[in-house]
């Protein structure tokens, strides 16, 4: 059985840092790629960030780029997204996805085959 798990969410103002950690378990972590997105109140879940099996390629969303980077430890099943110059507009629950094809870094929602429960991330003003 597959399971994702995010930690590392929390409030933080504007301005600050977090970094979201998404354990994996049930599958052969180093061979899929693994993405994160996020759904803030009242609005469709978004791609922000994405990295093959590998980490040797990696994609953002624009609204992160320059601010967000994504990162795997394949000997600890477990991907990371450092957040910094973190802006109201990130506030969302942020979720970690797992896609078997392993060699692209999708932004494609639909593609990813197994999803955590997400982990809230607050930016105060």
């Known amino acids: 059985q597959v399971q994702l798990v995010e930690s590392g969410g929390g409030l933080v103002q504007a301005g600050g840092s977090l970094r979201l950690s998404c354990a994996a378990s049930g599958l052969t972590f180093r061979i899929y790629a693994m993405g994160w997105f996020r759904q803030a109140p009242g609005k469709e879940r978004e791609f922000v960030a994405a990295?093959?099996?590998?980490?040797?390629?990696?994609n953002y969303a624009d609204t992160v780029k320059g601010r967000f980077t994504i990162s795997r430890d394949n000997a600890k099943n477990t991907v990371y997204l450092q957040m910094n110059s973190l802006e109201p507009e990130d506030t969302a629950v942020y979720y970690c996805?797992?896609?078997?094809?392993?060699?692209?870094?999708?932004?494609?929602?639909?593609?990813?085959?197994?999803w955590g429960l997400g982990t809230q991330v607050t930016v105060s003003s």
């Open positions: 996805a797992a896609d078997r094809r392993g060699t692209t870094a999708t932004m494609a929602r639909n593609l990813y085959d197994n």
């Open positions: 990295i093959n099996w590998s980490g040797g390629i990696t």
